[in-house]
């Protein structure tokens, strides 16, 4: 068992400042070919990830959630009973979906997901996040003036509605549930569906535009 | 650690980039570096917590600055490193001989499409009584534990309200040390108002999911 002793990796994380090429995808290569070299990793494993990460793991999956807690209800309670297990319904768990919580819009109520110590995010329903959810401006900005990080997205609160800030301390994570646009009655599933934006489940959009998507 | 990674109420970090591209990759190298992390054999004394702790441990210059899965490789590298399965050299050399330290074997490209299902929990049966109880007040603890740990400095020892409790889950602090410990999780819901002085006034809150060691009564 290795000692968990903070100052030596940080001696390391030094070394290797100094020896690692600089240019990332020069380190990544790397990387990569230590791995092979010590029989720690098949290549082809690699291309398989970034298929599934590239093309069948993204926010269309969220989005199909979102679709179906609109037109089921007794799919909208499960959803907000337990995420985590109403999303194996449709086959969506995995990478960080078994403490999934479900927050949901309201005409007085608007929800936004943030994690300010890391990157936590409900990968398994909304793909690998952005880079700026990733970055020190929205992480340190979002829970001291949210009202000023949606007006940057484009988003104007009508008066009146509360905020409320999820920071993902924990395993769980917050899936956000835009409010069902009007006009939408007898919609299917899956036009509903292509109306959810990944932002509106991250909680930077509120209003879903029933035409094409917003121009900033 | 009161490290470089605790932002949350930070000033200063400027405009948000609302016009990135919605693809999730923007380089190859991304993509790639993701993918190999997932599949890599690892050692058995990792854990979420200790990367997540390695990774608060890196220059604070490089965490603000270096690309985000760049981090995550020089985190993966000092791991590597530290828990003996690679030298420095070795990896910036791109070359090394299988290392005496066990691993777990490389993941398949056929084990994908069930690795890609696969659920990991953290709540776990324990006998510790909830000390509180939904609606109940509390304090959260004034300073932070010098090791990894979930607290964030913006809510320390600040007033807030449980909404959720979700039993006992494995306490990160501990996790990151290779202990096996589980406490009693909870959501508390602080005012904004109780947290930023320009927030008198407003209805809003922020809502963190903190473990009962960080919480005492108000």
Known sequence: MTKHDPAAIQAIHRELHEHLPSDSALRVKALESVLVAKGMLDPE??????????EEIGPKRGARVVARAWVEPAFRARLLEDAGKAIEDIGFEGWASAHLKAVENTGVIHNIVVCTLCSCYPIAVLGVPPTWYKSAPYRARVVRDPVGVLDEFGVRLPEGVEVRVWDSTAELRYLVVPQRPAGTEGWSLERLARLVTRDAMIGTERDLPLGPGKAR | MDGIHDLGGRQGFGLIDVDEPEQPFHHPWEARLLGLVRAMGRPGDWSIDWF?????????????????YDQWLQTYAAMMVKSGVATVAEIAAGTGKPSAVPTSPPMKPADVDSAKRAVVRFDRDSRAAAAFKVGDAVRAKGHGASGHTRLPAYVRGRRGDIVAYHGAHVLPDANALGEATAEPLYTVAFAAAELWPEAAGRRDSVRLDLWQSYLDRP
């Open chain 1, 45 to 54: 494993a690699v291309d398989r990830w970034v298929e599934v990460y590239s």
């Open chain 2, 52 to 68: 997540r702790h390695c990774r608060e441990l890196i220059d604070p210059v490089d965490y603000l600055t270096r690309p985000y």
